[in-house]
């Protein structure tokens, strides 16, 4: 009896306890995560750096390098690699680029025209850092968006996608994008929303190019632009990497003119749901 002819009279008993242990694995998968997630922060706390530089790097280090050696380790685990491009990258990685950095900008052009979006002056603090922290700050959201990508993108949702129809996948591969940012200091409503939204897209992105190349730009190309580029985060004030411009966002909640700013606006919901809707006009290709 050939090896085919075994595994297609296997039991039906033996398909649910295979079925079983994936779904046990893949849990298994999100609380590591979730556990290295809070390792990370805590050993960020814990230990003291002198320099400024050194304590960036050692908190963002400690926070996302253990989430790329999981999400390595549970490809590997389940035979599957997490790092695949996908097809026509550099028309996906264009596309990714463009529309992140884009989006991004069209969310801050709707604050704008509501009028709750105004410049800082620079000069002061973070914002004149200099370009070897700019430099810095660019590295380390390859390596924040790199570790999510991977774990969320690379591996969580091939798994899903493995189990189920691609909308259910990328709707709980976005439901566990949001919950990581809830436990990493996310609390309003509407920055929840946006980022289950955010996930919803790069899922989109990832399931359409086949591979974690086009969110991994898109991605990285929103963060860049809305912390280095136009300093919105945070709100008010500039991030410990500095920018090349800096803008608060005053006015209502509803708009932006909170602690999470954007994130937590309506424009960026509106542009998100944008962006989104092309990407649920076709069928991925095989």
Do not use: C
Request: charged content about 10%; proline content about 4%; hydrophobic content about 55%.
């Amino acid at each position: 009896m050939s090896i085919s002819a075994e595994r297609s009279e296997q039991p039906p008993g033996g398909r649910r306890s295979s079925a079983m242990l994936g779904w046990l694995a893949m849990a298994l998968g999100l609380a590591a995560a979730l556990l290295l997630l809070r390792a990370g922060q805590a050993v960020a706390e814990l230990v003291s750096v002198s320099s400024l530089t050194g304590s960036i790097v050692l908190f963002y280090g400690a926070v996302f390098g253990p989430l790329v050696v999981l999400s390595l380790a549970l490809g590997k685990i389940e035979g599957r690699s997490v790092l695949r491009g996908g097809t026509r990258r550099l028309r996906w990685a264009t596309i990714g680029l463009v529309t992140g950095a884009g989006g991004l900008g069209a969310a801050a052009l709707f604050a704008w025209l509501h009028g709750v979006l105004a410049a800082a002056p620079i000069g002061d603090g973070a914002a004149d850092r200099g370009a070897g922290f700019i430099a810095l700050g660019l590295a380390i959201t390859v390596l924040q968006v790199l570790a999510e990508e991977l774990l969320f993108r690379g591996w969580l949702l091939a798994a899903l996608l493995d189990r189920m129809m691609p909308a259910l996948a990328i709707g709980l591969s976005a439901a566990a994008f949001s919950l990581f940012h809830l436990i990493g200091g996310a609390q309003a409503p509407l920055s929840l929303l946006n980022l289950m939204l955010g996930g919803v897209w790069f899922g989109l992105l990832a399931w359409r190019s086949g591979g974690i190349l086009a969110p991994f730009m898109a991605h990285f190309g929103w963060n860049v632009a809305e912390d280095m580029g136009l300093g919105l985060v945070p709100n008010p004030g500039v991030g410990e990497f500095g920018a090349l411009s800096d803008h608060d966002i005053i006015g209502p909640a509803l708009w932006g003119g909170s602690d999470d700013g954007l994130n937590a606006s309506i424009a960026m919901t509106i542009v998100l749901v944008a962006l989104i809707i092309p990407l649920l006009a076709r069928r991925a290709r095989a």
